[in-house]
T-cell receptor
Framework: DGGITQSPKYLFRKEGQNVTLSCEQNLNHDAMYWYRQDPGQGLRLIYYSQIVNDFQKGDIAEGYSVSREKKESFPLTVTSAQKNPTAFYLC????????????????FGDGTRLSIL | GDSVTQMEGPVTLSEEAFLTINCTYTATGYPSLFWYVQYPGEGLQLLLKATKADDKGSNKGFEATYRKETTSFHLEKGSVQVSDSAVYFCALSDRGTGGFKTIFGAGTRLFVKA
């Protein structure tokens, strides 16, 4: 079955360390997204990518970086500049292209929970 | 800009009670509207959607009608079960902003007691 795979499920970061969260999709979707979710809160957009080799900052991009070298993959790096990284991170993808794809839903992975050691 | 406002939770109901979770939106274009559900420790799953005015989305006993005149998309279920306990997110995607972003509400947590 097609879907989105996030790994690892749990991740621990030491002070001053960069960590990378993996997101892979086999849905053949052009658009991919990273969100941060804090306890009891909604989703905040970190970065999004509409197509391979292109990505844009979302609402809270500071302290994070991404790459989009392959259509299937959109890894997120949480850098040491992110001072409060403890959160639940969600990756999503969506069908897109020329024309109106706004009626297409986003498909989510099961998330990565990042904590500080 | 576009926004979504949904009722604050938590909402606590007894099994077989009627559920309403209110959602209103503002949008500059012609949005599609969605309800997503998130179970503990998981990602969001699409529950239902509606893409134009007066459309009704439905799934697993849940329903929501796209009301352009009141800019609302309230979620309803006639008889909730314990297994419906989750967080529910209302969302919109607006062609007027390129359709690439989805705007999510803050989420409403539902607890259903046996």
């Amino acid at each position: 079955d097609g879907g989105i795979t996030q790994s690892p499920k749990y991740l621990f970061r030491k002070e001053g360390q960069n960590v990378t969260l993996s997101c892979e999709q086999n849905l053949n979707h052009d658009a991919m997204y990273w969100y941060r979710q804090d306890p009891g809160q909604g989703l905040r957009l970190i970065y999004y990518s509409q197509i391979v080799n292109d990505f844009q900052k979302g609402d809270i991009a500071e302290g994070y970086s991404v790459s989009r070298e392959k259509k299937e993959s959109f890894p997120l790096t949480v850098t040491s500049a992110q001072k409060n990284p403890t959160a639940f991170y969600l990756c999503a993808s969506r069908a897109s292209g020329r024309g109106d794809y706004s009626n297409q839903p986003q498909h989510f992975g099961d998330g990565t929970r990042l904590s500080i050691l | 800009g576009d926004s979504v406002t949904q009722m604050e939770g938590p909402v606590t109901l007894s099994e077989e009670a009627f559920l309403t979770i209110n959602c209103t939106y503002t949008a500059t274009g012609y949005p599609s509207l969605f309800w997503y559900v998130q179970y503990p420790g998981e990602g969001l799953q699409l529950l239902l959607k509606a893409t134009k005015a007066d459309d009704k989305g439905s799934n697993k006993g849940f329903e929501a009608t796209y009301r352009k005149e009141t800019t609302s998309f309230h979620l309803e279920k006639g008889s909730v079960q314990v297994s419906d306990s989750a967080v529910y997110f209302c969302a919109l995607s607006d062609r007027g902003t390129g359709g690439f972003k989805t705007i999510f509400g803050a989420g409403t947590r539902l607890f259903v007691k046996a």
